[in-house]
T-cell receptor, first 113, second 115 residues
Framework: NAGVTQTPKFQVLKTGQSMTLQCAQD?????MYWYRQDPGMGLRLIYY???????DKGEVPNGYNVSRLNKREFSLRLESAAPSQTSVYFC????????????FGSGTRLTVV | KNQVEQSPQSLIILEGKNCTLQ??????????LRWYKQDTGRGPVSLTI?????NTKSNGRYTATLDADTKQSSLHITASQLSDSASYIC??????????????FGKGTHLIIQP
């Protein structure tokens, strides 16, 4: 099915470990985004990539890095995981930025112990 | 600061009943407003998108209304079904060329439909 695919779906990390969350879309969208969703809070933008080759910080970028590998793929890296990064992470894509075709992946549930 | 407030935080109704969810926003200038449905363990899925000039938009048993003057929107669900149990998120988009940081998300209303 067309859409946004995230891997893994679940992950448990120990404090200080690193990992990369993967995201791929097959809708030929130019823009891709990473959000985190915490209980009692709305989705918050971590990083986004308006087009291939560009990335920009969102509302909560600290502790994260991103790579726009190509037009399809946008990865999120935690270099040294902290318990405060326990959250559900969503990738999204759209064209144009913020456009009506805004589509979310199914999420990665990350627990840092 | 641009904000989106949703009410109630949670709601429990019986199957077959109707319900209305509220969204108030302070986002300005306004481009469009969207309602998303988020099932447990899934990503949000778009239900409706309304521009400044639209007052009402329907998607099956879901009807969204918008009053741009009072900056209020509602989502009405008719003849609820068990599959309507989900979180409903209101999202307001700035009229700034649609930049990635121009989306403001509400915290959502958690709806539970009981048999």
């Amino acid at each position: 099915n067309a859409g946004v695919t995230q891997t893994p779906k679940f992950q448990v990390l120990k404090t200080g470990q690193s990992m990369t969350l993967q995201c791929a879309q097959d809708m030929n969208h130019n823009s891709m985004y990473w959000y985190r969703q915490d209980p009692g809070m709305g989705l918050r933008l971590i990083y986004y990539s308006a087009s291939e080759g560009t990335t920009d910080k969102g509302e909560v970028p600290n502790g994260y890095n991103v790579s726009r590998l190509n037009k399809r793929e946008f990865s999120l890296r935690l270099e040294s995981a902290a318990p405060s990064q326990t959250s559900v992470y969503f990738c999204a894509s759209s064209d144009p930025p913020g456009g009506y075709g805004y589509t979310f992946g199914s999420g990665t549930r990350l627990t840092v112990v | 600061k641009n904000q989106v407030e949703q009410s109630p935080q949670s709601l429990i109704i019986l199957e077959g009943k109707n319900c209305t969810l509220q969204c108030n926003y302070t986002v300005s200038p306004f481009s469009n407003l969207r309602w998303y449905k988020q099932d447990t363990g899934r990503g949000p899925v778009s239900l409706t998108i309304m521009t400044f000039s639209e007052n009402t938009k329907s998607n099956g048993r879901y009807t969204a209304t918008l009053d741009a003057d009072t900056k209020q929107s509602s989502l009405h669900i008719t003849a609820s079904q068990l599959s309507d149990s989900a979180s409903y998120i209101c999202v307001v988009i700035l009229k700034s060329g649609g930049g990635a940081d121009g989306l403001t998300f509400g915290k959502g209303t958690h709806l539970i439909i009981q048999p």
